[in-house]
């Protein structure tokens, strides 16, 4: 088949979700990528990624076995056998993915894709046509300018390929890919130091959020300097050796560059057939069109959060918008982020500052302490679960930190999404003893109602 309704260029997060979704609609589907199916989250992403980090959780539970009373020793970590077990839960989901497209019938391209047409992308020497044509091409690994990155300068890309564990890394931002990182090589036995320019780890969450992140990570011993930029690196066979504008040298073995992802655009014809792009960045509408009719794109080549779940909701938004569907757009805001590291960080909804822009001081603030939650003192963490919501109104933003609190965004995402207000919440009830139930804790108290809280 070399025509069909839905042309789609990239086989990653949002490229694949949009295949499976228009076969689902009965549209025909192509579907090209260069390399494997899954893309970046499957392969150098979101998956190998958590694989490692809970690597990390069982090392840091059997080097602190002995607060619960279980005597265990940590010998070393087996970095080969780690990269094994890892590999293999790759492996079975990408095989389960291919089964999944070859079901549906989505007609599967391998080669580099290049649009020289509007509707019309071709891979090694074979026109292939779609009515509609979808641009999910993803992101790539940046750099700063003068930082090449080569032997002991990597990214993610070969750091996750890594078969030992380095005695000491340097990181070289602290969003969200730096802390994943920093987090499992301190749980692996590493030193570490990650350098942030902005003011704060994770800067893109609520402060309280970050500023509890960052006492975390002191007490975890993970060295980091906030505020002050990088200027400059050099390595030699044995080690790297980096210059920050203050004139303070550190030195490691390693330097993870993890300063952020540019969009994969370059040189694939987008601009030679006329699609608006802004820094590299497709241009699109709220609805993912781009400014030429029939062209679409979805994922981490357009503006906004990196995220896989994002791409699959733009994937499926723009299978349904191609079917006639009207599907509902749903705002960035809205769309749930989990940062992975221990302890981890999970939010959905405005920030306290973006809300009292929004709604000056019409905005109630309240932060359960996991100190009062049953099972988060059984686990042995420290956080809270942080609700803004409008005064009389509903919850527009969660916030949290502590482990394992990615796993509430669940419910996190529905009240936010949902417009609930904390009155809703406060009537519905949370299973004990669970981690759970600080979300309902949190909302009992902005009910007025608290239950195992100060009022
Ligand atoms: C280390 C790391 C950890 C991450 N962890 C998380 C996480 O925990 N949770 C989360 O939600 N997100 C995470 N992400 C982000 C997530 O991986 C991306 O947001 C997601 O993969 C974006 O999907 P996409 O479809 O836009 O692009 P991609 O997944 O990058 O897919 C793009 C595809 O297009 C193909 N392609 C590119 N150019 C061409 C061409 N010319 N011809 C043919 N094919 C082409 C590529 O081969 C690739 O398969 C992480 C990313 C990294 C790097």
Known sequence: MTSADVLILGGGSGGYACALRSAELRLSVILIDKDKLGGTCLHRGCIPTKALLHAAEVADSSRESENFGVKTTLEGIDMPKVNEYRDGVVARLYKGLQGLVKSRNVTFIEGEGKLVAPNTVEVNGVNYTGKNVVLATGSYAKSIPGLEISGRIMTSDQALNLDYVPASVIVLGGGVIGVEFASVWKSFGADV????????????????????????????????????????????????EVTLEDGKILSAELLL????????????????????????????????????????????????????????????????????????????????????????????????????????????????????????????????????????????????????????????????????????????????????????????????KPLHAHA
């Open 257 to 448: 560059v993890a300063v952020g992802r540019g969009p994969n655009t370059a040189n694939m014809g987008f601009e030679d057939n006329g699609v608006a792009t802004e820094r590299g960045w497709v241009v699109v509408n709220e609805r993912l069109a781009t400014n030429i009719p029939g062209i679409f794109a979805v994922g981490d080549i357009t503006p906004g959060l990196q995220l896989a779940h994002r791409g699959f909701q733009h994937g499926i938004f723009v299978a349904e918008e191609i079917a006639g569907l009207n599907p509902v757009v749903i705002a960035d805001i809205n769309i749930p982020k989990v940062t992975y590291c221990e302890p981890e960080v999970a939010s959905v909804g405005m920030n306290e500052e973006e809300a009292r822009a929004a709604f000056g001081d019409e905005v109630n603030v309240y932060e359960y302490n996991l100190g009062g939650n049953g099972k988060s003192q059984i686990l042995g963490t420290a956080g809270f679960i942080k609700l803004v919501a409008q005064k009389d109104g509903p919850v527009v933003g969660i916030h949290m930190v502590g482990s394992r609190v990615g796993e509430q965004i669940g419910e996190a995402q529905l009240i936010v999404n949902w417009e609930a207000y904390p009155e809703d919440v406060a009537t519905l009830i949370h299973a004990h003893p669970t981690q759970n139930e600080a979300m309902g804790e949190a909302h009992l108290a902005l009910a007025g």
């Open 193 to 240: 130091t990650i350098l942030e320019g902005l003011p704060h780890l994770v800067p893109n969450e609520d402060i309280s959020v970050s500023k509890a992140l960052e006492r975390a990570y002191r007490k975890r011993g993970i060295n980091f300097t906030l505020g002050t930029k990088f200027a400059s690196a050099t390595q030699s066979d044995t080690g790297v």
